[in-house]
């Protein structure tokens, strides 16, 4: 008793730490708090719903959804996760909008390891327009205009980015750079205008390296103001090579820039949702290895069920895709807001599914084009077992009566028998079966 105690203690007291941190736009610092928190009790509601209001500060909304979804199902009733939820649901254009821009982003980091920093970056500045509190986004672009020498423009983000997380170690890392580029840069500018004299020719001024006998001697200076005419038609040559010199200078200056292009892979694999893990159950030291399997395939289930939400909302996406989404959640290890939300959405895919496949799969059973109907009805059972009051039960268990494979014949009949007791399906299906023996 003492030891549960004293958890629930240590899980408000990072739940503090991570208020506080969040109050002074810590997000990072937050993010490791609360974290914490959840390590050592995952019932804390108040720490998982302020990591949710975290992540959606940051512009990671579709982990926002997940604590928030999870903190739903923990405790359904009285919860501010409610709240944030009708929200962020009640506007499916953001959603659309917010999936649209990691997506692009996403392909910003494709383009950047093929060398198209260029189109990286046009793309960025959509991302950024679109979504405007994308934390990556913002560091992503900063970084290419680092390496092009567009070092103003990387200032600028890199400071639109500290304002949304203040203790980011990545926006901290690309703000001293940019300080020591600017040192550096200081420095050099210095150094040269040691070496020039200026004179001013009615508006125009004219840049002269100074040579060791003008620095001897200032009287030549009067002779060379004498003669400055002349020499005008040299300092035109002179300026329009100046450009040519500051292209090397920066080039050289952009060598010390690249090495930080490596870290464009460390931010693809920050982006990655489903890398993301439940810290709740891995805490726990009296977890078994059963336990921690159970605590994945919940998460597993409760992500792909959010991208499921997204993708359900989303007129122009994919009925078939949405479906084998769909069957790839585990109904069972969700909760009662989970399993409600999984059947409001599966009662309406799969049967819109089921009747466009039915017909295909029985045209092909009656002219015993086998392989193409076995697949067809494979995925009609796998949505609605009781499809058609058994009769796509049926002619799948008959399929594979006619393949030959008596086993998945004969579980098919226990099924039909199961589901369909002491109905003339069930009669028709036995009698099938023992015309073969």
Known sequence: MEYTKKLVYLSNQWYNDGLKKANIRDLSGAIISLKKSLQYNRDNIAARNLLGLVYYGRGEVAEALVEWIISKN?????????????????????LETVDQAVKKYNQCLLYCQQGGEDLAAIHLKKVISA???????????????????????????????????????????????????????????KAENAQTVSYNLGNETIIQPVSATLKDNASLLTILNIVIGIIVGAAVVWFLAVPT????????????????SEQIAALESELDLKAKELEGYKAESSAT????????????????????IQHYNNANYSRSKLVTELLSIKKASLGTVGQKTYDEMTKDVFAKECEELYPQAKASYEVLNYPRALQLLESIVAMDEKYEKGEALYMLMDIYRARGEKDKAQAKLDRIIALFPDTDIAKKASEKMKSTE
Request: without cysteine; positive net charge; glycine residues 2%.
């Open 245 to 260: 010199m500051r292209q090397k200078m920066n080039a050289k200056t952009n060598k010390e820039v690249i090495v930080y």
């Open 131 to 189: 979504h405007p509190t994308f934390l990556k986004a913002y560091q992503l672009l900063a970084l290419l205009y680092i390496q092009t020498g567009q070092y103003a423009k990387a200032r600028q983000l890199i400071r639109k980015a500290h304002r949304l997380d203040s203790t980011n170690e990545i926006t901290l890392r690309y703000m001293h750079e940019l300080k020591q580029l600017h040192i550096e840069k200081a420095a050099k500018l």
């Open 289 to 308: 290895a059963e336990e921690k399997e159970v605590a994945k395939a919940t998460q597993n289930s409760y992500e792909t069920l959010v991208t499921a």
């Open 74 to 94: 923990i405790k359904t009733h009285g919860n501010i996760a409610n709240y944030y939820l009708k929200k962020v649901q009640e506007s499916t254009t953001e």
